[in-house]
């Protein structure tokens, strides 16, 4: 064309298709939007043996909080916890002063417009049980060749050291996070939780998040990563049998007066009828029957009873009847008789009582199911003794929403590490914080766990596999890169759980 000729005017489609380019960001080439993920990743594998220093540091402190004698313990472990945030470079580091132990926090909050993460992890553990149990004192933590051994090894300091890992390699990688993100590390979980608990019903700042993180469960098998898609609820509870008004000589009152320990063993026994079924009138209505298709799907893929009791030196399973072990343990409700407590002399004591660990599914409620044991207890108290029902804790049951935010992140980034989408199954366990979370501000809380079943945790010669520590860093810092970059992350093709 001649110069100073005039141009011919755009054509319609040609308009519509220069505003869309204009409207539309240019999207990153796949291999530069990893890049930064995968600088993470060669910071995470270089850093492996500093890891795991780290959690043998963790390991050394006896963080027992049921155990007055250890909150010593628990307060320097978590000043240490501060300062490992601090080094990583967080904002806003605390010690939060609790109940029995402190809540230690911190975040960084430097990338307007992404999401806010919160990863919630504890340091408390449960007590040691005899020494003479543990091939190992279970505070002087041992490596060998494929295993971290120590009281809390896997429940759960290995795991929340993890995302401690993964934070250092993307910060160090980067100098920043492709996400927001909150740090809450719990000191009493295995007493409930009860400073977070009273915490969230006023939701400060540090516990406010788009979405949550937790690894405290486990994984379907050693090649299997799981995003666990329930919780059971809980609820501790403690039957007090009182009886005559002073102790009396087994001898002199033995057959003329009711006796608190026998009439609470008769109490006990009377929650479950002889197959196995929970015999309290109420207690079954509100849980409601798995449909057909999902009780298939969980038979398919969960394990089997002999691999679900194995662990447990157990050759015949028990239970609920028409349900299979994975069932009984997971999406049926079970009440649990975990101690009893009388005289060990030769005496008829005024005091006797039995600890109980009811384990609830979606759609029961503790209230409700507590009203139930005690009309229960009511009509089977013999009329020479009294009774009474005391609930020492509880948290509601907690459901996943599969199709929720964070699900498609968290199964790319356990296909990127392990190879395979994760499965999807229900767990038996029952996490306080993560239940109240959801209760009371609606946070979806990703229940990623690195552990296996065969850990040994709350028992001697607890551990944690190195491979799933490591494992466990990596999947850890692909799910930050991906929930930082859910479009690039997910691509055209949608990663499921299985």
């Known amino acids: 064309m001649a110069s100073g000729a005039s141009r011919a005017a755009p054509t319609r489609e040609a308009r519509t298709a220069a505003q869309h380019r204009a409207r539309t960001p240019a999207r990153t080439p796949p291999h530069a939007a990893r890049a930064p993920t995968e600088a993470a990743l060669r910071i995470a594998r270089a850093r492996r043996p500093a890891t795991l220093g780290l959690l043998c540091a963790l390991l050394r402190h006896p963080t027992v909080s049921a155990a007055p004698a250890h909150r010593t313990d628990l307060r320097r472990c978590a000043e240490r916890l501060a300062g490992c945030l601090r080094a990583l470079g967080l904002d806003a580091v605390a010690v939060r002063p609790g109940r029995v132990a402190p809540v230690v926090t911190g975040e960084w909050l430097r990338r307007p417009g992404a999401p806010v993460l919160l990863i919630y992890g504890h340091y408390d553990v449960q007590p040691a049980g005899p020494c003479g149990a543990w091939t190992t004192d279970p505070f002087r933590p041992v490596v060998d060749r ?95 049998v009182t009886g005559p008004a002073t102790e009396l000589h087994a001898g002199a009152f033995g057959g003329a007066v009711a006796e608190p320990t026998r009439a609470l063993c008769a109490l006990v026994a009377s929650l479950h009828t002889p197959d196995g079924r929970i015999a309290v009138p109420g207690f079954y209505d509100d849980v409601h029957p798995l449909a057909p298709a999902e009780r298939a799907r969980l038979a ?179 799910l930050y890169g991906a929930l930082g970059h859910p479009t690039e992350a997910s691509g055209r093709s949608r990663t499921e759980c299985r």
């Open 300 to 478: 398919r893929v969960g394990p089997s009873a002999h691999e679900l009791l194995a662990p447990a030196g157990a050759v015949t399973g028990h239970g609920e009847p028409g349900h299979s072990a994975f069932e009984r343990t997971t999406v049926r409700p079970a009440v649990v008789v975990t101690a009893l407590s009388g005289a060990a002399r030769s005496a008829i004591p005024v005091r006797a009582a039995a600890d109980l660990s009811v384990r609830l599914v979606p759609g029961q409620r503790p209230a409700t199911v507590a009203r139930a044991l005690r009309a229960h207890l009511a009509e089977h108290t013999p009329r020479a003794v009294r009774s009474r029902l005391v609930v020492l804790a509880d948290c509601p049951p907690y459901t996943l929403d599969r199709h929720g935010p964070g699900v498609t992140e968290a199964a790319r980034a356990c296909t990127r590490v392990f190879g395979r989408a994760p499965l999807l199954l229900p767990s038996g366990g029952s996490i306080p914080f993560v239940s109240e979370l959801a209760a009371t501000t609606g946070t979806q809380t990703l229940l990623l766990g690195f552990g296996l079943p065969d850990d040994g945790i709350h028992a001697p010669d607890e551990r944690f596999a190195l491979r799933n520590l490591h494992r466990g860093t990596e999947t850890c810092v692909e």
């Open 146 to 240: 494929s295993h971290v051994y120590g009281r809390g090894a896997a429940d759960d300091k290995g795991q929340f050291t993890a995302h401690l890992a993964a934070l250092e390699a993307w910060l160090t990688a980067t100098g920043g996070l492709p996400v927001n993100v909150r740090v809450v590390l719990d000191g009493e979980e295995e007493i409930g939780s009860p400073t977070l608990l009273h915490e969230l019903r006023r939701t400060p700042a540090y516990l406010c998040a788009d979405l949550a993180v937790v690894s405290d469960t486990r994984m379907r098998d050693a090649h299997t990563p799981t995003l666990v898609s329930a919780l059971r609820g809980s609820l501790a509870a403690r039957i007090e």
